[in-house]
T-cell receptor, first 114, second 112 residues
Framework: TQLLEQSPQFLSIQEGENLTVYCNSS?????LQWYRQEPGEGPVLLVT?????EVKKLKRLTFQFGDARKDSSLHITAAQPGDTGLYLC??????????????FGQGTILTVHP | EAQVTQNPRYLITVTGKKLTVTCSQN?????MSWYRQDPGLGLRQIYY???????DKGDVPEGYKVSRKEKRNFPLILESPSPNQTSLYFC???????????FGEGSRLTVL
């Protein structure tokens, strides 16, 4: 199973600040997904990136897939209290007998204070 | 409404008492999977199923069993629960192996 290192593990910021969450691996992924999870609920997909170097925007959230498809980042501009939650990245293995299998990072707990 | 339904949502049990967590999806998805979520460890896959009667081990299968007799249902069975299986469990489904996962609301299990 490929490893996905997600950082930071915890992030506590004030409303209006910018932040970046990183997801890194030494392995290549065929695609990478970002999920957001709120307390008492299951994770919900935010975005899937597939092509190396791809950038996707979802309102104030910007997702980037590394050129080599080994890493990804999530940048939030002008964070709001409603952004509070657990953010998870998940990479789909690119080859071998586990092709397509999703591996999750450890998650980043984001708290945005009013 | 498209959804994945897990039951029970909360359960407190004792060591050794067999239990089953049910999971059902109404999206006609081929792929279903079980995860456990523990602080600092993210989501770890327990078992997955590519289709009816096809199941395979994930990363942490020890102490768990599953079955896939129907496409919509994928129960998780703990034959003899132990305290180290205290965790938050999620069932998920998707169209295919690397597709968007749709998660249930989670089942919080405590084994005393």
């Amino acid at each position: 199973t490929q490893l996905l290192e997600q950082s930071p593990q915890f992030l506590s910021i004030q409303e209006g600040e910018n932040l970046t969450v990183y997801c890194n691996s030494s392995s290549v992924f065929s695609s990478l997904q970002w999920y957001r999870q709120e307390p008492g609920e299951g994770p919900v997909l935010l975005v899937t990136v597939v092509t190396g170097g791809e950038v996707k925007k979802l309102k104030r959230l910007t997702f980037q897939f590394g050129d080599a498809r080994k890493d990804s980042s999530l940048h939030i501009t002008a964070a709001q209290p409603g952004d509070t939650g657990l953010y998870l990245c998940a990479g789909a293995e690119a080859g071998g007998t586990s092709y397509g299998k999703l591996t999750f990072g450890q998650g980043t707990i984001l708290t945005v204070h009013p | 409404e498209a959804q994945v339904t897990q039951n029970p949502r909360y359960l407190i049990t004792v060591t050794g008492k067999k239990l089953t967590v049910t999971c059902s999806q109404n999206m006609n998805h081929e792929y279903m999977s079980w995860y456990r979520q523990d602080p600092g460890l993210g989501l770890r896959q327990i078992y997955y199923s590519m289709n009816v009667e096809v199941t395979d081990k994930g990363d942490v299968p020890e102490g768990y069993k599953v079955s896939r007799k129907e496409k919509r249902n994928f129960p998780l069975i703990l034959e003899s629960p132990s305290p180290n299986q205290t965790s938050l469990y999620f069932c998920a489904s998707s169209l295919d192996l690397a597709g968007e996962l749709f998660f249930g609301e989670g089942s919080r299990l405590t084994v005393l």
